[in-house]
């Protein structure tokens, strides 16, 4: 699975959007871009994934550079309990998810 | 619909002893897995169970091992525990290998 690289941390204002960017400069045509995050050493909590195209959900929207090479998180209206450690991770789809997390983006958002 | 639990959430063990960590996958769920974060660290992949037979591991000595059920629980044992081990144990499910993975809330293990 290909490397990606995070800012290792960032602040946001409340209500403010939150984008929250990542390299994966070496990802493979068949590989997905998974975002999760952590809020203080509970389980990590599934955000969004893309391959090509970008995508919306109720939590977030996800950005993927036409070239593939890095994307954005967008958190469009930050709050409070959105403070956590942000993971962006790249996996090949059938090969399982034995992807080692890095160390993230770790996001504040102030009051 | 309940998602991943992990048991128990806290566990102390004496250097030496031997640990059991328990995981029940969502209902429907049949792939497996377990993450070792250490205090302050990142998560590394510890192994992966898919229909019950065990796919990948990390790079973890033998004594770190485990088992998927026929219901597809799975179980992570620590042998020979040393202080090192204690960490946050993470176990996540998806419902095939090529699926989004959920993660439960952990098991913290303690070494004393």
């Known amino acids: 699975d290909a490397k990606t690289t995070q800012p290792t941390s960032m602040d946001c204002a409340e209500g403010r959007a939150a984008n929250l960017p990542c390299n994966h400069s070496?990802?493979?045509?068949?590989?997905?871009v998974y975002w999760y995050r952590q809020i203080h050493s509970q389980g990590p909590q599934y955000i969004i994934h893309?391959?090509?195209n970008n995508e919306t959900n109720e939590m977030a929207s996800l950005i993927i550079t036409e070239d593939r090479k890095s994307s954005t998180l967008i958190l469009p209206h930050a709050t409070l309990r959105d403070t956590a450690v942000y993971y962006c991770?790249?996996?090949?789809?059938?090969?399982?998810?034995?992807?080692?997390f890095g160390a993230g983006t770790r996001l504040f958002v102030k009051a | 619909e309940a998602g991943v639990t992990q048991s128990p959430t806290h566990l102390i063990k004496t250097r030496g002893q031997q640990a059991t960590l328990r995981c029940s996958p969502i209902?429907?769920?049949?792939?497996v897995y377990w993450y070792q974060q250490a205090l302050g660290l990142g998560l590394q992949f510890l192994l992966w169970?898919?229909?019950?037979?065990?796919?990948n591991r990390g790079n973890f000595p033998p004594r770190f091992s485990g088992r998927q059920f026929p219901n597809y629980s799975s179980e992570l044992n620590v042998n020979a525990l040393e202080l090192e081990d204690s960490a946050l144990y993470l176990c996540?499910?998806?419902?095939?290998?090529?699926?989004?993975?959920?993660f439960g809330e952990g098991s913290w293990l303690t070494v004393v």
């Open positions: 209902s429907g769920h049949t792939s």
């Open positions: 893309g391959l090509k």
């Open positions: 991770i790249v996996r090949v789809v059938a090969g399982g998810f034995k992807t080692i």
């Open positions: 169970y898919d229909e019950g037979e065990e796919r």
């Open positions: 070496t990802i493979s045509g068949n590989e997905y």
């Open positions: 996540a499910s998806s419902l095939a290998r090529a699926y989004t993975i959920y």
